[in-house]
């Protein structure tokens, strides 16, 4: 199946640092990529949609300036935390859609959780 | 927009036992697809089956099956023998075709007594 990584799976950091996760597509070519946040107990948040070759598509709400993404090549995506703050802290998770697959699914990550002191 | 409904946030089940997780959908496009994901502990979500909304054939896979009643917009997983690595958070998703975005509903925890 279809396999996606992140790294790291974890990080800690102190306030005002800046923190780059990246997230790969190991075995297929994946044109969009998507990153997610997460508290615990709840559902995935979407942040924004992150296409090759292209600029990313930021949700309403999530702040372009502070989570810069860039999806340079048809295998990775990189989500950079920017002068991080403790209420960023959270679970990051990213998933790419295959670009042949029929069904639109989803592959994701192992997730990120970056604690920010 | 396109939204997804679990209004249940936990539900608990006997070992062996059948259980089945509710989910309602709406939105306005007539090709879309419907997803259950599972995320243990671990949080790496795990797909656990989907459907194509122009199938009318209920989805399977092995202990999971899906009710699937398009114009109720609902969207039920059943899981029969229930085990004890099926306890996590279950969380129903729609992708339609056009943008490829998931929307999620907000997830119901699951756990499994022995």
């Known amino acids: 199946g279809a396999v996606v990584s992140q790294h790291p799976s974890w990080v800690i950091c102190k306030s005002g640092t800046s923190v780059k996760i990246e997230c790969r597509s190991l075995?297929?070519?994946?044109?969009?990529m998507f990153w997610y946040r997460q508290f615990p107990k709840q559902s995935l948040m979407l942040m924004a949609t992150?296409?090759?070759?292209?600029?990313?598509?930021?949700e309403q709400g999530v702040e372009k300036d502070k989570f810069l993404i860039n999806h340079a090549s048809l295998t990775l995506s990189t989500l950079t935390v920017t002068s991080a703050h403790p209420e960023d802290s959270s679970f990051y998770i990213c998933?790419?859609?295959?670009?042949?697959?029929?069904?639109?699914?989803?592959?994701f990550g192992p997730g990120t959780r970056l604690t920010v002191l | 927009a396109q939204t997804v409904t679990q209004s249940q946030p936990e539900m608990s089940v006997q070992e062996a036992e059948t259980v089945t997780l509710s989910c309602t959908y709406d939105?306005?496009?007539?090709?879309?697809?419907l997803f259950w994901y599972k995320q243990p502990p671990s949080r790496q979500m795990i797909l656990v089956i989907r459907?194509?909304?122009?199938?009318?054939q209920n989805a399977t896979e092995n202990r999971f099956s899906v009710n699937f009643q398009k114009a109720a917009k609902s969207f039920s997983l059943k899981i029969s023998d229930s085990q004890l690595g099926d306890a996590a958070m279950y969380f129903c998703?729609?992708?339609?075709?056009?943008?490829?975005?998931?929307?999620f509903g907000k997830g119901i925890t699951l756990s499994v007594r022995p």
């Open positions: 998933s790419a859609r295959d670009s042949g697959d029929f069904y639109n699914e989803q592959f």
């Open positions: 075995d297929f070519q994946a044109t969009t």
């Open positions: 939105t306005s496009e007539s090709d879309y697809y």
């Open positions: 992150s296409n090759e070759g292209s600029k990313a598509t930021y």
């Open positions: 459907q194509e909304a122009y199938k009318q």
């Open positions: 998703a729609l992708t339609t075709g056009a943008n490829s975005k998931l929307t």
